[in-house]
């Protein structure tokens, strides 16, 4: 029997070590699609030089413990985290004009006094 790996040319025959990490991969529960996500994952890590080409092997690719922990890194990496929300440009100010100025002249006169002590080499 030959087995054609996943959109690649190569052709594997189907020795017993190889069907029987086929048993061992459908039996821990691992589906078409885990083994679909995982060579995407295992393919951009590569490209990014990353992960060495080795981890496409298909003696490697199916070890139950492995597989399993690049099915979870890959569901990690691909989760989008939903933007954080914006605090609106058009929100009212928290204090009040008055406040705002006094503000303003405070940080004017430390910003002239850090760079008089600039100058004179204090800091």
């Known amino acids: ?10 052709l594997l025959s189907l020795r017993f070590d190889r069907e029987r990490l086929w048993f061992e991969f459908h039996r821990a ?3 078409l699609a885990d083994l679909i996500q995982v ?3 295992l393919q951009r890590e590569i490209r990014h030089t990353r992960r060495n080409v080795g981890a496409l092997q298909l003696s490697n690719l199916l070890q ?7 099915l979870n890194i890959s569901r990690v990496l691909l989760t989008v985290q ?9 929100s009212p100010p928290k204090c009040s004009p008055t ?7 405070h940080a004017r006169e430390q910003l002239r006094n850090l760079k008089e002590k600039l100058r004179q080499g204090l800091l």
Do not use: W
């Open 64 to 70: 139950p413990d492995r597989f399993e922990e690049d």
């Open 39 to 41: 060579v995407r994952y």
């Open 29 to 31: 529960g691992f589906t």
């Open 99 to 105: 406040e705002q100025e006094r503000g303003r002249q």
């Open 1 to 10: 029997m030959k087995y054609f790996s996943c959109k690649t040319l190569v």
């Open 82 to 90: 939903p933007p954080c929300p914006k605090a609106s440009a058009l």
